[in-house]
C-alpha cells in the first residue's frame, strides 16, 4: 500500500555559499583530525553531550543526496504489540511511524551539509520511483565491514538467505551480518538521477527493534531496547562506497514511534551521515596520498 502525503512538514532546504578550496582543505582536515574511529556494528550513547564534528561543518562538496527507505518486509519488530498497547496504533502505523521518523531525521542530519531529496516525502509523487526502487534492488546477509579501513563486503553467493524483489528467502546467519542492498536494476540509479539530479543514493535496508533478553534473576541485566539499522550508499556508478549496522538503545517506556526516532533513533542517522561525508571526503583528499 501506498501511503499519501506526509503529513508532518519537513524543514525547508537551505543552501550555503560554496567554500574555496583552501578553506575545504582546512575543513577537511580538522575532520579527519577531531573525528574518532568509526566501527562497522557501532552503538550510539544516549548520554553523550559532544557535538558532531559533522552537525557543526559546513556545507564542502556539491553532492546530491536520494535517502531511500526500507521495504516494509524489511521491519523486524519484536515490541510492537507493547507499543500498540499504549498507542493503540496497529502494526502498519507503527511501521510508518518508524519508516517516517528515520527519513526525517537522516534527512535532517545530512542536510547541514548537503542537498538532500526523500523518496517518501510525497508518496504519491514519488509512486512509480518507489516501485522502481522495489523492482530494481535485491538484499543479502553480508559480513558486516570495519568502518575504520572501510572495504566493501563481498557477497557470499552460495547462501540461500536472500531477498529478491522484496521477497525474503531462508535466513541461515546473522552472526556479523547485515542486510546489504544490492542493485539489480543497471538503469535504476541513472532514472533516479535524471528525476531527482542526485548522485549519491543512501538506502535504509532494515530496521530492527530489539526487546530488551529476558535474563531470570538478573537485576542488573540491561533493560534497555534496541534498535539496528542496516544501510547502503552508493555513488552514481553504482559503486557502493559506505555500509553496515548502527544500532542505538532506548529505555522499555519510550512507546511512541515519533518520540523514539527523534530522541534515540536521531544518534544513530548522526552517525550514517558521518559515515556518509567520510565516504565522500576520503583523508586522501586531504592527504594527497
Same mark, same amino acid.
Given at each position: 500500500?501506498?501511503?499519501?502525503?506526509?503529513?508532518? @512538514?519537513?524543514?525547508?532546504?537551505?543552501?550555503?555559499?560554496?567554500?574555496?578550496?583552501?578553506e575545504?582543505?582546512?575543513?577537511s @582536515? +580538522? $575532520?579527519?583530525?577531531?573525528?574518532?574511529a568509526?566501527?562497522?556494528?557501532?552503538?550510539?550513547?544516549?548520554?553523550?553531550?559532544?557535538?558532531?564534528?559533522?552537525?557543526?561543518? &559546513?556545507?564542502?562538496?556539491?553532492h546530491?543526496?536520494?535517502?531511500? =527507505? $526500507?521495504?516494509?518486509?524489511?521491519?523486524?519488530?519484536?515490541?510492537?504489540?507493547?507499543?500498540?498497547?499504549?498507542?493503540?496504533?496497529?502494526?502498519?502505523?507503527?511501521?510508518?511511524? $518508524?519508516?517516517?521518523?528515520?527519513?526525517?531525521?537522516?534527512?535532517?542530519?545530512?542536510?547541514?551539509?548537503?542537498?538532500?531529496?526523500s523518496?517518501?516525502?510525497?508518496?504519491?509523487?514519488?509512486?512509480?520511483?518507489i516501485?522502481?526502487?522495489?523492482?530494481?534492488?535485491?538484499?543479502?546477509?553480508?559480513?558486516?565491514?570495519?568502518?575504520?579501513?572501510?572495504?566493501? =563486503?563481498?557477497?557470499?553467493?552460495?547462501?540461500?538467505?536472500?531477498?529478491?524483489?522484496?521477497?525474503?528467502?531462508? /535466513?541461515?546467519?546473522?552472526?556479523?551480518?547485515?542486510?546489504?542492498?544490492?542493485?539489480?536494476?543497471k538503469e535504476?540509479?541513472?532514472? +533516479?538521477n535524471?528525476k531527482?539530479?542526485?548522485?549519491?543514493?543512501? $538506502?535504509?535496508?532494515? +530496521?530492527? *527493534?530489539?526487546?530488551?533478553?529476558?535474563?531470570?534473576?538478573? *537485576?542488573?541485566a540491561?533493560?534497555?531496547?534496541?534498535?539496528v539499522?542496516?544501510?547502503?550508499?552508493?555513488?552514481?556508478?553504482?559503486?557502493?562506497?559506505?555500509?553496515?549496522?548502527?544500532?542505538?538503545?532506548?529505555?522499555?517506556?519510550a512507546?511512541? &514511534?515519533?518520540k523514539?526516532?527523534?530522541?534515540?533513533?536521531?544518534?544513530?542517522?548522526? /552517525?550514517?551521515?558521518a559515515?556518509?561525508?567520510?565516504?565522500?571526503?576520503p &583523508?586522501?583528499?586531504?592527504?594527497?596520498?
Amino acid at each position: 500500500m501506498v501511503h499519501k502525503m506526509k503529513t508532518k @512538514l519537513r524543514s525547508k532546504k537551505t543552501f550555503l555559499a560554496p567554500l574555496r578550496l583552501s578553506e575545504r582543505l582546512i575543513v577537511s @582536515l +580538522l $575532520f579527519v583530525l577531531f573525528s574518532g574511529a568509526i566501527f562497522s556494528q557501532t552503538t550510539i550513547s544516549n548520554d553523550t553531550a559532544k557535538k558532531s564534528v559533522f552537525a557543526t561543518n &559546513p556545507i564542502t562538496t556539491k553532492h546530491k543526496i536520494l535517502v531511500l =527507505p $526500507f521495504n516494509n518486509k524489511m521491519y523486524m519488530s519484536e515490541i510492537d504489540h507493547v507499543i500498540n498497547a499504549e498507542t493503540k496504533q496497529n502494526q502498519k502505523e507503527i511501521r510508518w511511524g $518508524f519508516k517516517d521518523g528515520i527519513d526525517e531525521q537522516l534527512c535532517k542530519k545530512l542536510k547541514s551539509k548537503y542537498d538532500v531529496v526523500s523518496l517518501i516525502e510525497d508518496t504519491v509523487k514519488n509512486k512509480k520511483e518507489i516501485g522502481m526502487v522495489i523492482a530494481g534492488v535485491n538484499y543479502s546477509y553480508d559480513k558486516v565491514p570495519v568502518q575504520e579501513k572501510y572495504k566493501a =563486503p563481498k557477497s557470499d553467493y552460495k547462501q540461500e538467505n536472500q531477498v529478491k524483489k522484496g521477497q525474503i528467502a531462508d /535466513e541461515v546467519n546473522y552472526d556479523a551480518r547485515f542486510m546489504n542492498a544490492k542493485i539489480r536494476d543497471k538503469e535504476l540509479l541513472t532514472s +533516479l538521477n535524471k528525476k531527482y539530479k542526485t548522485d549519491v543514493f543512501v $538506502f535504509v535496508n532494515e +530496521l530492527d *527493534l530489539k526487546a530488551p533478553p529476558m535474563v531470570n534473576g538478573d *537485576l542488573a541485566a540491561d533493560k534497555n531496547r534496541t534498535a539496528v539499522i542496516h544501510y547502503t550508499v552508493f555513488n552514481l556508478a553504482g559503486k557502493e562506497i559506505n555500509s553496515g549496522t548502527v544500532s542505538v538503545k532506548f529505555p522499555k517506556n519510550a512507546n511512541s &514511534p515519533d518520540k523514539i526516532s527523534s530522541s534515540y533513533i536521531s544518534k544513530a542517522m548522526e /552517525e550514517i551521515a558521518a559515515r556518509v561525508d567520510k565516504a565522500l571526503n576520503p &583523508p586522501s583528499l586531504v592527504t594527497g596520498k
